[in-house]
């Protein structure tokens, strides 16, 4: 079965402002994230990809360019279940207002039973994604063969939901993952079983270093959507 090559949108506008952005259309990538998608062609040019499938949202779409510019004869595939989470009355809000939300422990603790107010559930976003994956698996082994390579560019809990499944993990683990802007994550299926064979890979280790805005009193929760990354 195909390798799927799971990249996170580069930095947006929205995860420097700490905006949970959600579906709110305009949410474009910030200097940052342009610069990680320029690079991306280059930290991809070893990988005959059959295929790119991606996230409606504009800054999926943006995080792509550079590569199918580099890459005219690559098919592009929107797929709106792998879009955000839809946020529903949280999309647009700040983030530090969020966390003192009842709903918030919910989210970090027990997200399988997360709902948001005028939005979806978590495991709603977690079931389209999976399934997603699953159809493009078919297809993709159906078109271009069993060892074939193909591209999703997707969101933060979007990926993590992907992630958890192939680890065999319940959703209610899914926030101890995490992945970077722009960073990559290697899943290679097989009719047994998914082997994680790269997790957030970004190619920078600073951003391995503590943060400030993780030592709060909040330092062990998980970004919801996906924290900024490296400064």
């Not at 259309?25 to 610069?35: I, K, S, T, Y």
């Not at 929107?78 to 989470?85: A, K, L, N, S, V």
């Not at 698996?137 to 560019?153: K, Q, S, T, W």
């Not at 993952?177 to 960073?183: D, G, T």
Request: negative net charge.
């Amino acid at each position: 079965m195909p390798m799927l090559i799971l990249v996170r949108h580069g930095r947006s506008t929205a995860n420097t402002a700490g905006v949970l952005a959600g579906w709110t259309p305009g949410v474009a990538l910030d200097e940052r994230g342009a610069a990680q998608a320029a690079a991306l062609p280059g930290r991809l040019a070893g990988l005959p990809l059959a295929a790119a499938v991606t996230s409606p949202l504009q800054r999926c779409r943006e995080t792509l360019a550079p590569l199918l510019a580099a890459r005219p004869d690559l098919p592009l595939h929107p797929d709106d279940r792998i879009g955000e989470c839809h946020y529903g009355d949280w999309s647009g809000r700040k983030l530090a207002e969020l966390a003192d939300e009842p709903l918030m422990n919910i989210v970090q603790q027990h997200p399988s039973a997360a709902a948001f107010p005028g939005g979806e559930s978590m495991r709603a976003m977690h079931t389209r994604a999976v399934e997603a994956v699953r159809d493009w698996n078919a297809r993709i082994e159906r078109e271009h063969g069993a060892d074939a390579v193909y591209l999703m560019c997707s969101h933060g809990d979007v990926i993590k939901a992907i992630v958890a499944d192939a680890l065999g993990l319940h959703l209610d683990l899914f926030q101890r993952i995490s992945v970077e802007p722009c960073s990559v994550t290697a899943i290679r299926y097989t009719p047994t079983r998914p082997f994680v064979v790269r997790l957030g890979d970004t190619g920078d280790f600073a951003g391995l270093a503590l943060r400030e805005e993780t030592t709060g009193d909040r330092g062990g929760d998980a970004a919801v959507g996906g924290d900024a990354g490296a400064p």
